[in-house]
């Protein structure tokens, strides 16, 4: 595969489930971050690793929780969620933090229930 | 973070050039105009970058203007698959307090094209 992928693609859970989203970049890219979009709503930036080491967390809630074991993939735990939460969550990928255009994900469509 | 001002939507015919134009007028020097689209059940695609020189690629062109408080992305052949959401955004240079890597995206402008 090339690219950003994500899975899964769309994923419906309870509001006490805990699941995990998953990126993976083929693209031998050091930096990596979540987005968050809402439905009308413009792209908000979570978190964002470069090589590996996390350097920006948005205020984003704790029930949200980001892993990255290395720079080809990044998780987004979930726990505890609530209905608001449910959104397209892309994952992007970049070279560099500096000055490079990011390559983003199909997404995943979350539905809280 | 600057801010940019696009139009809510843009109406084209297809094999038409369609220009769609962002104003950021409290742009500072060391900023970059990105241009990103996001077509419909996708993530977003990067499309353009400039700083003060006008710039093409396959996919487009980018004017600047000379005040570079305003800049015009064109497509010069719209295409059905040119259908999106375009974003005009401002990001940092290299001096700006580490947080060149921030793409701050607004509502864009929703194109729609006509076979």
């Known amino acids: 595969e090339t690219g950003v992928t994500q899975t899964p693609r769309h994923l419906v859970m309870g509001m006490t489930n805990k699941k995990s989203l998953k990126c993976e970049q083929h693209l031998g890219h050091n930096a990596m971050y979540w987005y968050k979009q809402s439905a009308k709503k413009p792209l908000e930036l979570m978190f964002v690793?470069?090589?590996?080491?996390?350097?920006e967390n948005n205020s984003v809630p704790s029930r949200f929780s980001p892993e990255c074991p290395n720079s080809s993939h990044l998780f987004l735990h979930l726990h505890t969620l609530q209905p608001e939460d449910s959104a397209l969550y892309l994952c992007?990928?970049?070279?560099?933090?500096?000055?490079?255009?990011?390559?983003f994900g199909p997404g995943t469509r979350l539905t809280v229930t | 973070d600057a801010k940019t001002t696009q139009p809510n939507s843009m109406e084209s015919n297809e094999e038409e050039p369609v220009h769609l134009p962002c104003n950021h007028s409290?742009?500072?020097?060391?900023?970059?105009i990105h241009w990103y689209r996001q077509l419909p059940s996708q993530g977003p695609e990067y499309v353009i970058h400039?700083?003060?020189s006008n710039v093409n690629n396959r996919m487009a062109s980018l004017a600047i203007a000379e005040d570079r408080k305003s800049s015009t992305l064109i497509l010069h052949r719209a295409t059905l698959r040119d259908a999106a959401v375009y974003y005009c955004?401002?990001?940092?240079?290299?001096?700006?307090?580490?947080?060149?890597?921030?793409?701050?995206f607004g509502k864009g402008t929703l194109l729609t094209v006509n076979p």
């Open positions: 400039g700083l003060t």
């Open positions: 955004i401002l990001r940092g240079g290299g001096d700006s307090g580490g947080s060149n890597y921030k793409l701050t």
């Open positions: 690793y470069n090589f590996k080491e996390q350097t």
């Open positions: 992007a990928s970049s070279q560099d933090l500096v000055g490079y255009e990011q390559y």
């Open positions: 409290t742009i500072s020097g060391t900023d970059y």
